[in-house]
């Protein structure tokens, strides 16, 4: 199971040094990009698939056969399921705060532009702002909710 774990931690690092590569070494900007980029990504993309769905299979038996704690023993022990389980709560939050920094760029960006030229729309542009940061704290939410229901 380690080897999936490696996997799925290599693809994305993969992807990013390329990303890297292309962004800093290659210089020419006007160019397409050559013809294996594509399946380069796509390979790491199928890679990181497979392994998490592999190991999905893998631990879904030790998941599975998990021991419900009782109430003699007051905490349950940490298994592969429960540190599963607790990743994918944790998932929602990443993908929020992720989503909500691709948000907050451009807002930031126009919004300062708008109280340079304008100090007055500085309530307007705020609230902008602000909206554009309530996705990440709806991924908060969601994540204390699902722990909510995990214990």
Do not use: C
């Not at 349950?76 to 993908?95: C, D, H, K, N, S």
């Not at 948000?103 to 030229?117: F, H």
């Not at 902008?128 to 908060?140: H, N, Q, R, V």
């Amino acid at each position: 199971m380690y080897w999936l774990v490696g996997l799925i931690t290599l693809s994305p690092v993969g992807t990013v040094v390329l990303g890297l590569f292309f962004e800093i070494w290659h210089k020419e900007p006007h160019t397409n990009p050559p013809r294996w980029l594509k399946g380069t990504i796509g390979a790491n993309l199928a890679i990181f698939v497979l392994a998490e769905a592999g190991l999905l299979l893998v631990s879904i038996h030790d998941a599975l056969a998990a021991v419900p704690a009782t109430p003699a023993t007051a905490q349950a022990p940490v298994g592969l399921g429960l540190g599963l389980a607790l990743i994918g709560i944790g998932l929602p939050t990443a993908a929020a705060t992720i989503a909500a920094a691709i948000a907050v760029a451009p807002v930031g960006a126009a919004a300062l532009a708008v109280i340079a030229e304008k100090p007055e729309a500085f309530g307007r542009s705020l609230v902008y702002l602000g909206l554009a940061e309530g996705i990440a704290i709806y991924g908060l939410v969601v994540t204390i909710l699902m722990l909510g229901k995990l214990g």
